[in-house]
């Protein structure tokens, strides 16, 4: 039974934990883009030079929503996308509820008492509300859309008003 129970709670935790980390990522990542022109995350300013080059190779024709969602999109932790960390997620929660289950049903079959069954639906249980709660608190869609917009903002307000100046300085340059 210790057997089945250390794998349902390691999951559950699995799980949780993964959640933890998608929080805690969007959060730096928003206190990041508040405040874009001094950020020192490397993401976003990669982000800002790869936006400044494609500005420049397409002579300011950008879709700047666009180019946003397909940054956001390529985020990665350890090698695996956010949106796949928040999937996999749920299902090492799934996984441990049907941990529970297999070990219910080996108790069931070894003549186990209903004391020796209530643990199972006690950690599903209570693991479940943990789980839904986490997940609820991290809010990972609306962070992840408080990043967008940050940097659309960004991007849009001031990036492209300081690369345009730029340009201008450029032509006159040129032009002298």
């Known amino acids: 039974h210790s057997y089945f129970m250390g794998i349902v709670l390691s999951l559950l935790v699995l799980g949780v934990l993964c959640q933890i980390i998608i929080g805690v990522l969007y959060q730096k990542m928003i206190r990041e883009t508040d405040n874009m022109a001094v ?10 030079l790869k936006f400044s080059n494609c500005y420049e190779l397409n002579e300011g024709n950008i879709n700047i929503s666009i180019f946003v969602d397909k940054f956001i999109n390529q985020i ?9 960390i928040g999937h996999l997620s749920g299902q ?8 529970a289950g297999i070990g219910v049903c080996k108790s069931i079959i070894e003549g186990g008492t209903l004391g020796e069954l209530l643990p199972y639906y006690g950690v ?7 789980y839904f709660s986490v997940s609820s608190l991290v809010d990972a869609k609306g962070k992840r859309s408080v990043v967008r917009t940050n940097l659309i903002d960004y991007l849009e307000n001031h990036l492209v008003k300081h ?7 450029e032509m006159q340059l040129f032009i002298n």
């Open 39 to 48: 950020t020192e995350h490397k993401l976003l300013k990669q982000c800002k």
């Open 76 to 84: 990665h932790f350890m090698g695996i996308s956010l949106t796949n």
């Open 92 to 99: 090492l929660t799934l996984l441990s509820v049907f941990a």
């Open 124 to 130: 599903s249980l209570f693991g479940l509300y943990i």
């Open 163 to 169: 690369l345009q100046l730029i340009q201008e300085e």
